[in-house]
């Protein structure tokens, strides 16, 4: 269930976008570096690209996989076991690369982007995603709550930070935001109450210690709706609005 976390839901027009605008420039490689749950495989495998998918875990692939499977229509990927560290790929290999998730857990990010950069080619776009600075709006920070993974290094990357770390021959062209208010407290409430119930926040990932029931899904999905919502129609209102996500679209101008 790669689109069970709201944030996930909330980022699916997002990504789309994104992967559309790459379409256009004839784009038709794209490689996830540490899939996690395989939500981006799935919607760049509907936008039309070759897709491989790069992941730490055997079972986040394998999840992954029968998912691919499942889906309508059914995505082809090809799944790699390998660290994004160092990725087993020849340089220039991919017109795009996504890194949705995965820099805010590594103590060494820049590691990460100058692999990313390898093997991207020239022209090439690389899109990181991660928490930003701004999560003032999280009422669960006000309490005292930590529903942050434990395996956070750092609370958040502004694009600032994420230029510093990136090899020169690579440049930001777009800083978007996502998880304004109501997204980011529903996203909070629905960690806090799956992680109450012995499960993950977000299943897709294989981590969860107990399987929901089929009636709770949909039930989340019927209590999900007006948020989801809400949550569109704020992002219109408030685009102008940081939120407690960051995506930086980063292009390789030079080999």
């Known amino acids: 269930m790669p689109f069970w976390h709201f944030g996930a839901r909330m980022g699916i027009g997002t990504v789309r976008r994104f992967l559309l605008r790459m379409r256009v420039r004839g784009f038709t490689n794209m490689l996830d570096a540490g899939t996690g749950g395989g939500a981006n495989v799935l919607l760049a495998g509907w936008s039309g690209f070759r897709v491989t ?52 857990h590594l103590a060494e990010p820049g590691v990460l982007l100058y692999e990313c950069a390898r093997v991207l080619r020239t022209g090439g776009m690389l899109r990181v995603s991660c928490p930003s600075q701004w999560h003032a709006m999280r009422i669960g920070t ?85 948020f989801l919502a809400l949550g569109k129609c704020e992002d219109a209102i408030c685009f102008f609005m940081k939120g407690s996500m960051i995506s930086i679209e980063v292009e390789k101008t030079r080999a």
């Open 53 to 104: 998918a790069c992941d730490l875990s055997h079972g986040a692939l394998q999840t992954l996989g029968q998912t691919a499977e499942r889906a309508q229509p059914v995505v082809r990927a090809n799944g790699v076991q390998a660290n994004s560290l160092r990725l087993p790929f020849r340089d220039a290999a991919f017109d795009v690369v996504i890194a949705s998730h995965i820099i805010e």
């Open 142 to 226: 006000w309490l005292g709550l930590r529903l942050d993974p434990d395996d956070h290094v750092v609370t958040g990357y502004e694009a600032d930070e994420i230029a510093t770390l990136l090899p020169e021959n690579m440049h930001i062209r777009r800083v978007t935001y996502q998880g304004r208010v109501i997204e980011s407290n529903v996203s909070d409430a629905q960690f806090f109450i799956a992680r109450a119930m012995g499960m993950s926040g977000n299943p897709a990932v294989g981590d969860t210690k107990s399987t929901p029931p089929a009636w709770l899904y949909w039930m989340k999905e019927a209590v999900l709706v007006p």
